[in-house]
Structure formats: C-alpha cells, structure tokens
C-alpha cells in the first residue's frame, strides 16, 4: 500500500483548523482564547474551549430538489495542540460540515472528488436506492463528481457519512473525511416543538464527533498497525477534530441532546458522565428508542451514533469515554469528552415526553436463519471464508435477498478476535446475542453491532422500497482496517 505524502510540518499555528467551525457558547476564558486564537498550554485549568461545532450545510433548492455540494480534498489540520499536519475534509480541511435533511425531501448530494485517489462516500445509516449508496462499487475518479439523488424515506436519526473506497477507507477516514447527517422526520419535529425535546441545532442539539486517532510528533495522522506502531505515535481523542485534554471542550445548554457518533476507524467508546449518574439515552443509531432510557453508559463500537439528553444542574456535567482499542494499538484510556454547561433557563424545563416512538418486533419464529461467518484464515479476513479485497472477489460471495422478505441473519464470529457487523440500506433489531434476547437500548433500531469474538448475533431486517438485479448494497465490518483487509462483501435486493 502506497503511503500518503509527508506531512506539511507547521509549527505555532494553532487554530487555523478552527476557523471554519461555527463557535458554541463560551466560557468566558474560552471565548478570550477563540477571538484571539491564543494557544493555551496543554492541561492548564484554562484550557477548556468550548466546543467546536460542524457548519450546518446550506442546501440550494432547484428544481424542488435540495441540493448539498461537498468537496472533498486535502488541508491542513491541528491534529494536536501546535501539531500540524496533512488532512483531509469535506468543504474544508478536516471533517465536513452537518447535513440536516426531513423525511420525505427529494435532496441531491454533488460530490467531487479533490483528492489525488479514487473516492467512495456512503450515507451510512440511510435508506436509499443501491446506486445511491456509495459503496466500494460507486468510486469517484479523482476531479470527477458523483450525483446521489433520493427521497428521504426514514424515521429520524444521526447518521453520518464517510468514504468507503475498496482498499482505503481506513486512510481516508483517518485524514478526517467523515461528517454528520441528520434526518428529522414529523414525530422528532413535534416532539422538538411541543414536549421539548431539543432540536435547535448548535443551540441545544449538539453533534459531537469522537475520534481516537494515531498521530506522530510531526501530525501525521497513521491508519494501519505499522503506522500506530511507528515512533513517537501518540493517540488523542478528538472531539469535532479538536484534540481533547483534561479539559474538555464545553457546551452550554441547560437542556442539551447529545448526538454522540463514534467515528474511530476501530475503537470501541463507553461514553458516560463522570459522576457516575445514569445518562438518558433517547436514540439509537436508526431511530428514537421508544421512550428516553436511563443508561449507565452508551456503548458505541466504531461507527455507531446514540442521542442522549442532558438537564444540566448547576454545576454542568461532563462526559467522559473510555476507550478499548483494538487492530495493534493496546492503548485503552479514559478521556473526558464534553462538559455541559447549565444555561440560564432552567426554570423552562418541561419533562421530557414519555412516548419518543413506536417499535414494532418483528415475529421470527418459524425463520431458519441465514448464517453469515466472519473469517480469518491465513491473516486474510473475510466474510464466509471469501476476502473481500477486490471486486471480483466480492462477486463471489454476494449475499442474495428478496425485496420486502423478513430476513433473520445469524452473524458468527469465527475470527480470533472482535468485529462490529454493519449493514447498508435498512436497519436492523437485534434478536439475540449468544442466545440471550435483548433489552433496553437494545432493543432499539440499528445498523451497526458488535460481534465480540467466538458470539454469535442474530438480527432481523426487512429490504423495503428498493431492489435491483445491477446495483449492490453492502455488508461489512465497520472497523475500517477490517473491511480494508477483506472483511466485506456484496448485498443484492433482488425484486420481490
Ligand atoms: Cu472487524
């Protein structure tokens, strides 16, 4: 594999990458430190910024169409405090701006590639037509263009978008190619206006992107073993791109929904608060849970998204991650995320409502189940034995279903090691994991699960709307390094 260019070393500039993000509501030292871009040394009491926030993209309507461009090309990013480095982002130089799109607009995503390499973006998460799904299948040649245009036909939910090259999506997400995208449909939307659940976003719905990356001293941001086993790599957690320290990044917001999306390439967070009270999770990765959760902490393997609300007291409250590494970087740690803030309107809080969303069960009984195997075989990662490196090697093993069929999968880990099973499209529930039905938050839609080593996961999905004998969706291993290696392959929705 060809390595990226070296790093365009830049010294003392800090803030630079910040520019272009919208600023939060700042503490007092915190806004002094954003106007002037003033540096403040790493874990000093000062150093708490607020929270950086993605630019909401402003779509043009034409022709009854929403219409969001995005550009992907390099930049330059403060990868850690006064380290500079080689990056690469979405109308920007490190991640990309926050779609916000509503169930039922037709909208129209015009992506061009900036980069030198082939590019693939997929919406992950979202319900749409095979060959709007940017899979391995829909590269982007570099300085050409790749047109999606869909009706938003889903419940709503954070999802987010991020390339899915054959080969490269571990690199490409690394450099920072990656953002939110936000569906809203009329139940989240009323729920917004009339029982407060927040919506307003940047004001009291907050995206936090987490990543725990690889980088050297020089701010070269590494994607495989060899790069995190190189010299002088340490590993920040990055917080909307903004390496986070002691201090966390603050947020003000007296009643504020947290859209947490792990956007690591491998590792797994457990986000919870520091001191120990229960969070109150209202979302999963595909939809409102059916009422908001209390929960100990929110699991998130690489690529999943949760919605918790915090009512801030008067002290605020800080969120912290612990993260399990994985793919040759054993370095779990435990890392403040976020501080909340309380704002000053306290007295307007109204609980929160009771009903966020209906959720059927799918009946299963009577289903055999299909069985998908992850394997590894010879260091060669795969998906029922076939590695999925090459397009012709995933032809060998498409996974066939039928249009509007229940589908009861049995995802086995036969591997030594752990996985998180993604699938395109549609969401899935979970029926049981070794065995054991789920509950809580678990029972809420999904599109992304772990399969811990030696588990065996069952999950339930239906194939609506779309089907296609010439396009392709896709199953894989959402720990990047893992489909780059192999573990993916082909889904075919055949007509009903
Ligand atoms: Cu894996």
């Known amino acids: 594999m060809d390595d990226i260019a070296p790093p365009a070393l830049r010294l003392g500039r800090p803030g630079i990458s910040r520019r272009r993000f919208l600023a939060g509501l700042a503490t007092t030292a ?7 871009g003033i540096a403040l040394p790493r874990g000093s009491a000062a150093a708490a910024t607020r929270l950086p926030l993605p630019e909401l993209l402003v779509p043009t309507l034409r022709d009854g169409v ?11 990013h403060e990868v850690l405090p006064g380290v500079t480095g080689r990056s690469a982002g979405f109308n920007g130089s490190y991640l990309g701006p926050t779609i916000r799109v509503s169930d039922g607009q037709r909208v129209r995503f015009e992506v061009a590639n900036g980069l ?5 973006v997929h919406w992950h998460g979202a319900h749409v037509p095979p060959e709007d799904d940017g899979g391995v299948h829909s590269a982007i040649a570099p300085g050409q263009s790749w047109n999606p245009e869909f009706t938003v036909k889903q419940q709503a939910a954070t999802l987010w978008y991020h390339p899915h090259t054959m080969g490269r999506t571990a690199r490409q997400i690394s450099w920072g190619l990656a953002g939110m995208l936000i569906v809203d449909d009329a139940a989240s939307a009323s729920a917004s206006a009339s029982s407060g659940l927040p919506g307003e976003y940047g004001i009291d719905d907050i995206p ?17 073993s060899d790069g995190f086993a190189a010299r002088d790599v ?10 986070v320290d002691r201090d966390p990044p603050t947020f003000t917001a007296t ?15 457990a986000v919870r608060r520091t001191d120990r009270r229960p969070l109150v999770q209202v979302a999963t990765e595909s939809a409102l849970l ?6 100990d902490a929110v699991r998130l393997p690489a690529g999943c998204r949760a919605e918790v609300v915090a009512d801030v007291a008067t002290d605020g409250i800080t969120l912290e991650a612990a993260v399990r590494t994985t793919v040759g970087r054993n370095r779990d740690s435990r890392q403040p995320l976020l501080r909340v803030l309380p704002g000053p309107e306290r007295a307007k809080l109204r609980p929160l409502p009771s009903w966020l ?11 055999r189940p299909r069985v998908i195997t992850l394997t590894e075989r010879g260091g060669l990662l795969g998906i029922d034995g076939v590695s999925g490196t090459t397009m012709s090697a995933m032809d060998r093993n498409v996974i066939e279903v039928r249009k509007d069929e229940l589908e009861l999968w049995e995802v086995v880990n036969r591997s030594p090691r752990d996985h998180s099973f993604h699938v395109h499209d549609v969401p899935f529930q979970l029926v049981s994991v070794n065995g054991v039905a789920p509950r809580g938050v678990d029972l809420g839609w999904r599109d992304t699960v772990e399969v811990r080593r030696g588990a065996t996961v069952r999950i339930a999905m239906r194939f609506t709307d779309y089907a296609s004998d010439t396009y392709l969706y896709m199953l894989h291993c959402h720990m990047a390094e893992h489909e780059d290696l192999g573990m993916m392959t082909s889904l075919k929705v055949r007509p009903a």
């Open 30 to 36: 915190a806004a002094v430190a954003g106007a002037t």
């Open 66 to 76: 929403l219409v969001f461009p995005l550009r992907a090309a390099f930049g330059t």
């Open 116 to 120: 030198d390499e082939d590019l693939a």
């Open 208 to 224: 936090v992107i987490v990543q725990s990356v690889a980088v050297d001293r020089r701010g070269a941001i590494k994607y495989d």
């Open 234 to 243: 340490s590993f920040p957690l990055l917080v909307n791109g903004v390496a």
């Open 255 to 269: 009643r504020g929904r947290v859209r947490l999306l792990n956007a690591s390439l491998s590792e797994v967070l």
């Open 290 to 295: 059916p009422s908001p959760t209390e929960v």
């Open 357 to 367: 969303n209906t959720i059927s069960r799918y009946d299963v009984s009577g289903l």
